[in-house]
């Protein structure tokens, strides 16, 4: 245990120098795994998905995000896919950042019962507030690990048209940012 607490601290120590300046941009993106809630009385499932990321610095460590998220999920008379864009900003302390997004969702299921199926189209919306963790591996490449919350807005429109958003869900998501100073 000692020795992964020395690694972690190394790591940090090597990392706490640079900033990120405004001509800077990074690409990248994140998988996650989450376990998420449908609504409030639901019970939970677990899913994959990924995000393709591109953030600007607008200021010193301060960055314009645009996100979009593409997610599949199937199981036995079940399947699903999102796809979303985002906007959000993220604020950098070091390698450490803190940040929200807010993305609009085109979401469509497939129920199959017992002699028939159901088709649904909704849209919704999300904030994410995150907090993470940029880890250098290489020059001006990041393991990022990020811890993130999201939450359901308003009211979804489509096939559920005037159903709250109650959906949340709580994750990690792993990826690889690439600096790119312009």
Not at 45 to 60: D, H, K, N, R
Not at 131 to 144: R, W
Not at 159 to 175: A, H, K, M, P, T
């Amino acid at each position: 245990m000692k020795k992964y607490l020395l690694i972690v601290v190394a790591i940090m120590a090597v990392s706490a120098v640079f900033a990120f300046q405004p001509s800077s941009m990074l690409i990248g993106g994140t998988f996650e795994f989450k376990s998420e809630k449908d609504d409030s009385d639901a019970d939970a499932f677990s899913t994959v998905a990924f995000y393709p990321q591109l953030s600007g610095f607008v200021i010193e460590n301060l960055s314009a995000d645009l996100i979009v998220n593409i997610l599949s999920q199937s199981t036995d008379g079940y399947k699903a896919s999102s796809i979303g864009l985002g906007a959000g900003a993220r604020y950098f302390f070091r390698n450490l950042y803190g940040g929200a997004d807010f993305t609009y969702a085109l979401n469509n299921e497939e129920v199959k019962f017992l002699i028939t199926t159901q088709k649904t189209k909704y849209n919704a919306m999300y904030l994410t507030p995150k907090i993470g963790y940029l880890a250098p591996i290489l020059p001006n490449t990041y393991i990022d690990l990020q811890g993130y919350y999201k939450l359901g807005l308003g009211e979804y429109t489509g096939d559920y048209e005037d159903v709250d958003n109650e959906e949340s869900c709580l994750g990690i998501r792993l990826g690889v940012q690439f600096n790119l100073d312009i």
